[in-house]
C-alpha cells in the first residue's frame, strides 16, 4: 500500500512582498506542507532566505514547515530553524563533512529530519543514511532556481529507494524537488514518490487551489 500523496508548494516562486496572503492561498488550496528553499550562494548559486522568514511563516501559517538546506555545512544554522519552528528539515548530503552527526542533531532538536540527493548522486552514496532519516528528498533539477526542466533519469534512483525500503524501512517517505508539473507528476508517483514540491507549477498559476488539485489528480 503506497502512502498517500503530499503537495508542497515552494515559495521559491511565490511572491516574497505578500508571503502570507500566497500561503494562505495554498493553505486553503489543499496544500500538506510549505517547502521553504534555503540556499546560501555558495552551495548552490543563488541566495535566499533563513530562520527569520521561517520564524514570521510560522506565524501565520497551520501547514507544516519543510525547510530545503541547499547550504554547505548547515550544522551552525539548525539550532535557529529549530527555534524558528521548522517542522521538517533536510540537508544535502553533497554538503555535509559528517551527514550523519548533522541528522542527528536535526532530530534532536525536534525536527524531523531528510536527507537531499542532488541529480548525479548515486544511490549506493545515500543507502547507508536512509535508516537514520524520515525521508529522502531527491533533486530531479540541478539545486539553486525555480522553474526548471524534470531531469527524467532521477526515477531510476527514486526506483531503488522505493525497493530498499519495502525490505528494510517500510515508513521512510520519498520527495521529489524540480520541475514537477502535470506532466511529470504521474510517472514520479509510478516510481515511489510519495511528496511532491512544486513551485512555478503552483505559485506561476493564478488559481492555487486549481493548481493543487490538477497536480493530485495528475498523479494518479
Ligand atoms: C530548487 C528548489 C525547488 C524549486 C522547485 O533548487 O529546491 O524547491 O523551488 O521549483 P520548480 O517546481 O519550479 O521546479
Ligand atoms: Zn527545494
Known amino acids: 500500500m503506497p502512502h498517500a500523496v503530499a503537495i508542497c ?7 516574497f512582498a505578500n508571503l502570507a496572503n500566497e500561503c494562505a492561498q495554498v493553505t486553503t488550496g489543499g496544500a500538506d506542507m510549505l517547502h521553504v528553499d534555503v540556499m ?3 552551495f548552490v548559486p543563488n541566495l535566499t532566505i533563513g530562520a527569520p522568514v521561517v520564524g514570521s511563516l510560522a506565524k501565520v501559517t497551520s501547514l507544516p514547515l519543510d525547510c530545503h538546506l541547499m547550504v554547505h555545512e548547515p550544522d551552525h544554522l539548525l539550532g ?4 524558528a519552528g521548522a517542522k521538517r528539515l533536510s540537508v544535502h548530503i553533497e554538503a555535509c563533512r559528517h551527514l550523519h552527526r548533522t541528522v542527528q542533531r536535526v532530530r534532536s532538536l525536534g525536527m524531523s529530519p531528510g536527507v537531499a540527493v542532488n541529480p548525479h548522486t548515486s544511490f549506493s552514496m545515500v543507502e547507508p543514511i ?3 532519516v ?4 531527491v533533486m530531479s533539477v540541478n539545486p539553486g532556481f525555480g522553474g526548471q526542466s524534470f531531469i527524467g533519469s532521477v526515477l531510476d534512483k527514486v526506483r531503488a529507494i522505493d525497493d530498499w525500503r519495502r525490505d528494510h524501512r ?3 517517505r520519498i520527495q521529489i524537488d524540480g520541475g514537477i508539473t502535470v506532466d511529470t507528476i504521474g510517472e514520479a508517483r509510478q516510481a ?3 511528496w511532491f514540491v512544486a513551485g512555478s507549477a503552483i505559485f506561476g498559476k493564478k488559481d492555487r487551489a486549481a493548481a493543487i488539485a490538477a497536480l493530485r489528480l495528475a498523479a494518479g
Not at 508548494?9 to 511572491?15: E, R, W
Open 192 to 194: 515511489g514518490v510519495d
Open 130 to 132: 536512509l535508516r537514520e
Open 170 to 172: 517500510p515508513n521512510l
Open 40 to 42: 546560501d550562494g555558495r
Open 134 to 137: 524520515d525521508f529522502v528528498l
Open 80 to 83: 535557529d530553524f529549530a527555534k
Open 9 to 15: 508548494p515552494s515559495i521559491l516562486s511565490a511572491d
